[in-house]
């Protein structure tokens, strides 16, 4: 069986080596841009889990054990502010949040993914790159010191912020593979400017920035590496983009405001993780899968975890193609047309979320499916359990059981009582040295 799916996610990655999608916002895919998405769809299928219970079963257990071990389960009220003793509410966050000492140990934090991005280190095995300047002027030779330098740096890096900082990105910022973005202990904004971009890259993560209004670009001569630079396209006007990318883990990052979605996922992207994440005030939330049209997204698994879907959302929190999405332990509090959806069978296990409807009866109805009638998606398997419904939510099932491992082997994810309490330090951080998070 092993061996068949193998072969059959080759095959799907064969076709998607001659779509034209493959080529988004590269004018010129020449040699270098070829071995990259050959190497990108190696790490993908490298990165693939055949059976997505166990990651599901593993992530489950850490939040079991967090709770069992007397983690406090004090109740704390969202929108008040918080002022007394470090209080991790989630495993990810116990790993590393109450360690004063953070900023000596930045570095911690490479050992904390859980979820289908776990094993994502970004630059664990680098050195620091502090970024010390904000300006974003010179695509093709960007200025050391600026976040644009360091991203572009072929090898690992754990990137820091010298001080707070608004930063305006000219047109799209291409990551390298192995980085992190840490802005603990900084407020830094990528406001009103071009995207972040995950392409054909692998091991990366993004953790406490507020990304807010991002626009799309209009293209341009731009570097992707120290060893190469290219004419790129227009980019679409995401927060952040994956693209045939695998192993990114996106924690505490506050997102809000952008001209397309907030997060997407596509083209046989992979083991990532978001989490810890706060969301507001947009149409477009979460893209995972870029088109019904593109079957090599069956690959595509990611858990969102102790997220919140907060003010002025509309839809896709995700919305899901193919591939399988964990939605565990978010807080929805806001949407005015649906909270998760998905065309083309996808597989979602909504466990122990929080759905509060608004009071209009037209925006109860926490899924929606697209482009396909009940008697199709009837087998798609779309499961919640021990999610909160509030103010006439509801959640309408189809397939059968996700897992097809025995259940009481399975260590189940917290109810959805919980789960306000869990995201209750969603979004980028306020860090000092010598104090905890």
């Not at 007397?70 to 495993?91: D, H, I, K, V």
């Not at 810890?276 to 049209?293: E, I, K, P, R």
């Not at 649906?338 to 899924?367: C, D, M, W």
């Not at 909160?388 to 097809?404: I, K």
Request: glycine share 8%.
């Amino acid at each position: 069986m092993a061996a068949a799916n193998a072969g059959i996610l080759l095959t799907l990655f064969g076709l998607a080596s001659i779509s034209p999608i493959l080529k988004a916002n590269i004018h010129d895919f020449d040699e270098v841009w070829q071995k990259r998405a050959g190497n990108a769809r190696r790490h993908a299928l490298e990165a693939y889990h055949p059976n997505p219970e166990e990651v599901v079963s593993s992530f489950n257990k850490h939040v079991l054990m967090m709770f069992e071990n007397g983690n406090s389960t004090r109740r704390y009220l969202r929108g008040r502010p918080y002022t007394g003793r470090c209080a991790a509410t989630n495993p990810i966050d116990q790993c590393w949040r109450c360690d004063r000492n953070w900023a000596n140990n930045r570095k911690r934090l490479a050992d904390c993914a859980q979820g289908f991005g776990r094993g994502t280190i970004g630059g664990k095995n680098g050195p620091f790159y502090v970024v010390t300047n904000p300006a974003d002027d010179d695509l093709v030779n960007p200025k050391p010191g600026t976040l644009r330098h360091a991203v572009i740096q072929e090898r690992p890096l754990w990137i820091t912020f010298a001080h707070d900082m608004v930063i305006r990105l000219s047109e799209e910022l291409l990551i390298t593979s192995d980085k992190t973005i840490d802005a603990r202990g900084s407020n830094v904004q990528i406001y009103n400017g071009a995207q972040i971009t995950m392409q054909f890259v692998k091991n990366i993560i993004i953790h406490g920035l507020h990304i807010r209004k991002t626009k799309a670009g209009k293209g341009g001569m731009i570097r992707d590496s120290v060893s190469h630079y290219g004419f790129r396209s227009s980019s679409d006007g995401d927060g952040i983009s994956m693209f045939g990318a695998s192993h990114i883990w996106i924690d505490h990052v506050s997102m809000s405001g952008c001209q397309d979605g907030l997060i997407d996922a596509v083209m046989g992207s992979t083991a990532i993780t978001v989490s810890n994440s706060h969301f507001t005030h947009q149409d477009h939330v979460m893209l995972l899968g870029a088109s019904d049209g593109h079957p090599q997204d069956s690959i595509m698994q990611v858990t969102v975890a102790f997220n919140h879907f907060g003010k002025q959302l509309v839809q896709r929190m995700p919305r899901v193609r193919f591939g399988f999405a964990h939605v565990v332990n978010n807080d929805y509090t806001h949407w005015l047309m649906y909270a998760i959806g998905g065309s083309q069978h996808p597989t979602i296990l909504s466990q122990g979320n929080r759905f509060l409807a608004s009071n209009s009866q037209h925006s109860k109805e926490v899924t929606k499916r697209d482009s396909s009638p009940q008697s199709v998606w009837k087998t798609w398997n779309w499961r919640s359990e021990m999610d909160l419904m509030m103010n006439g939510a509801f959640f309408v099932e189809s397939g059968s059981d996700v897992r097809n491992v025995n259940r009481q082997d399975v260590i189940p994810a917290k109810p959805g009582k919980f789960a306000s309490q869990m995201t209750r330090f969603s979004g980028a951080l306020n860090c000092y040295v010598n104090k905890p998070c």
